[in-house]
């Protein structure tokens, strides 16, 4: 089974604080991702990549960057950490072909104060 | 923009069936279907290609309409391993490649009572 790692399942963090997150796929898929999960709000992509180096916006990627130095890694930074990124982030990552779901990781709890 | 999903949220008891659905305002390649339960991440149901295809997962099943960009999850004699929240996520029908980029709606949540 492929398995999706994110490293920590919380964090607390100060405002204004630079975050990092760091998720690491075992199953060589070219695809990663990341969302952030809000009640009522369904899952946000904030990142995508679909290859190392290559990255595009989602549909929230303000106040986010991401990299992918290399191919199993996917990191998100919260360049200036503030309230309103209080959230759960999600990453996950889908081989090629159309048939392929995706396999998410536990998810960070992340709460900046 | 996010598919729509209904109802938000449905009550069952042990062996009744529902339906979820999940309308899009842009014409679809494919749609994804996902169960996520309290504390744990998302896992993937099926996943439904444009053509009308219906497919099926133990007592779960999927339909996909194409041409009204709706699919709907069938859920039949359910159990109480179903509960949790549902989520479906849509491809845009775009003409290039979208690296099957997922847009999620907001989710559906299932209880089953005994």
């Known amino acids: 089974d492929v398995k999706v790692t994110q490293s920590s399942r919380y964090l607390v963090k100060r405002t204004g604080e630079k975050v990092f997150l760091e998720c690491v796929q075992d199953?060589?898929?070219?695809?990663m991702f990341w969302y952030r999960q809000d009640p009522g709000l369904g899952l946000r992509l904030i990142y995508f990549s679909y290859d190392v180096k290559m990255k595009e916006k989602g549909d929230i990627p303000e106040g986010y960057s991401v990299s992918r130095e290399k191919k199993e890694r996917f990191s998100l930074i919260l360049e200036s950490a503030s309230t309103n990124q209080t959230s759960m982030y999600l990453c996950?990552?889908?081989?090629?072909?159309?048939?392929?779901?995706?396999?998410f990781g536990s998810g960070t709890r992340l709460t900046v104060v | 923009q996010q598919p729509v999903q209904s109802p938000q949220a449905v009550i069952l008891r042990e062996g009744e069936d529902a339906v979820i659905n999940c309308s899009s305002s842009k014409a679809l390649y494919s749609v994804h279907w996902y169960r996520q339960k309290h504390g744990e991440a998302p896992v993937f149901l099926m996943i439904?290609?444009?053509?009308?295809e219906q497919k099926g997962h133990e007592k779960i099943s999927a339909s996909f309409n194409e041409k009204k960009q709706q699919s709907s999850l069938y859920l039949t004699a359910s159990q109480l391993s179903y509960s949790g929240t549902y989520f479906c996520?849509?491809?845009?029908?775009?003409?290039?490649?979208?690296?099957?980029?997922?847009?999620f709606g907001q989710g559906t949540i299932l209880t089953v009572h005994p």
């Open positions: 199953m060589d898929h070219e695809n």
């Open positions: 996950a990552s889908r081989g090629g072909g159309a048939m392929r779901g995706y396999t």
């Open positions: 996520g849509t491809v845009p029908n775009a003409g290039g490649t979208s690296y099957g980029k997922l847009t």
């Open positions: 439904l290609l444009k053509g009308g």
